[in-house]
């Protein structure tokens, strides 16, 4: 020590103890749908695609041309029905479609499988509705 002169103690800086470790590829994506606020939509088109996928491995093939998968909204699955006999098939097959779902995508909330009468989205090339 000297007078007249001020001295600062200064610890010593500890060396970062990280540990290199890898980042997963699913933690990457899911962090980045979450980030810019696409992860909600991006799982909705994933349910749609994969339930369009199940239709023909669930339904007879008289039934398939009658039945369109819409969308995933509010835990909800619409699908898209030409005419009764293809309600009635969905209605049948409802707990079977969720649970492909489900399986499929462990984390889906997924409450219901809703069918629509919806014949004006069946059409033909030439925009005339077959019912």
Known sequence: M??????????????????AQFTGMGSLMSGALHRHGIERQVTSALV?????????????DYVIPDIRVLSYVKEELHIACRCSEAMDAVMSKRMEIMDALVLAFPALALRDVKPLYRPQLFTDEH???FS
């Open 2 to 19: 000297s007078f007249g002169r001020v001295e600062y103690y200064k610890p010593k800086r500890k060396k970062p103890t990280r540990k």
């Open 48 to 60: 749609v695609e994969k339930a369009k996928e199940l239709m023909p491995m669930l339904f007879a």
């Open 127 to 129: 925009g005339i509705i």
